[in-house]
């Protein structure tokens, strides 16, 4: 599995944590936004780590910089469903924006950004798959840290 797969792979598990929040039942949602959380956290974390600074070096123009500010946007809904999760019409609300531009942002990157990096050599990345697995699990933490998940209600 190259880069390019690893990062494909993600997209289809968040696609699929959508889903799993639709065919929840209510008491279980909560918990599925923390997954939700983490998956697209540690996406968006590897992509700008990783994977966008050497995206700038074969896509000229504005496209990367959007991509950048589309994840600042879901950051924001993210840390926001964090908050109402536990409010039930403010979750839903939170998960169906999230969710639009969840599937802008992945469609996008698979269309004009993935097919172009995939034309590079997998040594232009800097590291395998198995190597960005591993440094992975750091931005795994980071990001974990970064959610700082509270707790809920008593
Ligand atoms: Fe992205
Ligand atoms: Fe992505």
Redesign the pocket.
Same mark, same amino acid.
């Given at each position: 599995m190259d880069v390019i797969d690893l $990062?494909i792979q993600? @997209?289809r598990d968040v696609e699929a944590l959508f889903e799993a929040y639709r065919a929840a039942p209510d008491d279980e949602r909560p918990e599925l936004c923390v997954r939700l959380a983490e998956a697209l956290t540690l @996406?968006s974390t590897i &992509?700008e780590r990783w994977v966008y600074p050497l995206a700038r070096s074969v896509i000229h123009g504005p496209r990367i910089d959007f991509a950048v500010e589309e994840h600042g946007e879901m950051t924001q809904l993210i840390s926001e469903l964090l908050h109402v999760r536990w409010e039930q019409r403010r979750r839903e609300a939170t998960v169906r924006q999230l969710e639009a531009v969840a599937a802008h942002h $992945?469609a996008e &990157?698979e269309r004009d950004v993935y097919p172009r990096l995939r034309k590079m050599e997998a040594s232009a990345f800097g590291l395998s798959s198995t190597e960005l697995d591993r440094s992975a699990s750091d931005a795994r933490r980071e990001a974990l840290r970064q959610l700082a998940v509270s707790a809920p209600p008593p």
């Open positions: $990062l993600q @997209h @996406h &992509e $992945l &990157e």
